[in-house]
């Protein structure tokens, strides 16, 4: 039996976020996984073994959904229930539905866009060639670029539009960390936020139902059984979720890949000489410094975890970033070893909700990584530790300077 500590949620969300943190919470979460499953305070829970945390993201009985939303105004979905958010807070089975329908359509069309991906990175650094010897912003000038290139070409947002949705996803992202975490302004701004971002969106849903295109959103308005297919309420949630969930998640895993790289030149001198090993890079960049920090659920029955009872109705945190370095599951785990056998690492969650995006994000982060290493001549940081965004659930950096003396 496991005893608690007890650790208000607030105090431990702010010792996570607190800036003098900032650039390494690890040796926190080291301290927060020393007891896999603790309760923050009267009805949140933190767990941050791998085990416990693998076992409750594939138990039916935890919810992604909102409890507490209020749906009086919500039109209805394709289910004939209130439309209460994307599929990513969705619980089975309207949430398999939405998500088996768009990915028939995703993933053929992921496949095959690995030469497209090399030459929109080719292009990116091409921009820079005059720098001789120079400086890149990873973050601004190829991290961030890439993955939103990808998801607008994917979706059919015109790359234009990308100034206004960058605003929206900047304060929608911030929604995504624990209430504790946000002021009431903060709360107060995200409902008028959500709701321009619906009125943001609905005109383009329009917009393809009158001129359709090869992208992804025209496909679901117009393919399939028109009995099952989503409403365009729920399209439009999806395409929101989709344009955000596209790139804030990959521009992190590129700018924390380059930072692990440069701060461990033996294996970017590896990855170098061999492109081969671009997949394991990135699936240690994913264990060893995970975009996605923590997700959440709530029980909707008594669940009994490590001598413990999680009640129904109460809320677990879990938090992924302290799992993928667990003693107790990886060897060494504060070492960035690419070659670590049997890398289970939980980046992209597990379970139905097992991230959406995960073939792309890869693809995307393994070409980057690879272009940068091979490309750049003596890359160094400029600043190290990198200045951080000041996100809880995503973690990168907001900017990361690396000098060079030439772009090959
Ligand atoms: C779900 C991480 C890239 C779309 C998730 C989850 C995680 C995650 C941890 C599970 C959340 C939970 O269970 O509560 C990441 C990381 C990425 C990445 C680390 C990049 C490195 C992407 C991309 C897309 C995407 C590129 C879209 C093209 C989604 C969607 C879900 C999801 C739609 C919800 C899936 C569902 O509920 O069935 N992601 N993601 N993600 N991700 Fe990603």
Redo the contacts with the bound molecule.
């Keep these: 039996m496991t005893v608690a500590t007890n650790y208000p949620a607030a105090t431990a969300y702010r010792r996570i976020l607190d800036p003098a943190n900032r650039h390494n919470p690890y040796p926190y979460f080291a301290e927060l996984c020393r007891v896999p499953v603790q309760r923050l305070d009267a009805d949140t829970w933190l767990v941050s073994s791998h085990e416990a945390i693998t076992r409750l993201?594939r138990d039916p009985r935890m919810s992604?959904q909102d409890r507490d939303i209020d749906t009086t105004d919500a039109p209805l979905g394709s289910d004939g229930e209130p439309v209460t958010g994307?599929?990513?807070?969705?619980d089975p089975p309207h949430?398999d539905s939405l998500?088996e329908q768009?990915m028939y359509r995703?993933a053929p069309r992921i496949m095959g866009l690995r030469p497209n991906i090399e030459m929109l990175v080719t292009g990116l650094l091409d921009k820079r060639l005059s720098d001789q010897p120079g400086q890149l912003d990873v973050v601004a000038e190829l991290a961030y670029p890439l993955?939103v290139g990808v998801?607008c070409e994917?979706l059919g947002v015109p790359p234009e539009e990308e100034p206004v949705f960058h605003s929206f996803a900047g304060r929608l992202t911030k929604a995504l960390d624990p209430e504790e975490t946000l002021t009431e302004q903060e709360i107060t701004e995200l409902a008028v936020t959500r709701r321009e971002w619906r009125e943001y969106l609905m005109p383009m849903i329009a917009q393809r139902i009158e001129h359709p295109g090869p992208d992804l959103i025209s496909a679901l308005l117009t393919d399939g059984d028109p009995s099952t297919r989503m409403t365009l309420v729920e399209l439009g949630i999806t395409l929101g979720?989709?344009l955000i969930?596209?790139?804030e998640?990959?521009v992190?895993?590129v700018a924390n890949g380059t930072l692990a790289l440069l701060r461990h030149p033996e294996a970017l001198a590896r990855l170098r000489t061999d492109p081969e090993l671009a997949a394991a890079v990135v699936e240690e960049v994913?264990r060893y410094d995970?975009?996605?920090q923590l997700?959440?659920?709530r029980a909707t029955a008594d669940i009994e975890l490590d001598g413990h009872t999680i009640r129904a109705g109460e809320h677990v945190s879990l938090l992924?970033a302290a799992g993928n370095r667990d003693p107790r599951r990886f060897a060494d785990p504060d070492a960035f070893w690419p070659e670590r056998p049997n890398n289970a690492h939980?980046?992209?969650?597990?379970?139905?909700?097992?991230?959406?995006?995960?073939a792309?994000?890869r693809m995307?982060?393994q070409v980057a990584l690879t272009v940068i290493v091979t490309r750049l001549d003596n890359p160094r940081l400029v600043d190290d530790p990198p200045p951080y965004r000041p996100n809880m659930l995503l973690r990168g950096p907001e900017q990361l300077r690396v000098a060079h003396d030439g772009i090959t």
């Design positions: 993201l992604v994307p599929f990513l807070f969705r949430h998500r768009t995703f993955p998801i994917l979720m989709l969930a596209g790139h998640t990959t992190n895993l994913l995970p975009p996605v997700t959440g659920r992924l939980l980046a992209f969650g597990g379970g139905v909700h097992y991230c959406f995006g995960a792309l994000a995307e982060a």
